[in-house]
């Protein structure tokens, strides 16, 4: 059974961790400004179009209604 120390102490090391953490992440922010001369492209994958997205979940379902509807007749 732990004490309430065990437990306390748990609690502040954790806080204490995540305070410092903070802190060395903030010390890392610079305002260093460079520019780039060189020209870009960017290209975008077709996976992170939404049309394809939408698409694909429509004919998914329409694939797994027709599965499911499948062996039924209406006679």
Not at 13 to 25: D, E, K, N, P
Not at 58 to 68: E, Q, S, W, Y
């Amino acid at each position: 059974m732990e004490t309430i120390i065990q437990k306390t102490s748990g609690r502040l090391m954790a806080f204490m961790f995540t305070l410092l953490s903070s802190a060395m992440l903030f010390a890392q922010d610079s305002n260093v400004v460079t520019t780039n001369t060189t020209k870009t492209t960017t290209t975008t994958e077709w996976y992170t179009d939404p049309t394809y997205l939408i698409g694909g979940g429509v004919l998914l379902i329409i694939i797994i209604a027709l599965l499911v509807r499948g062996g039924r007749r209406n006679d």
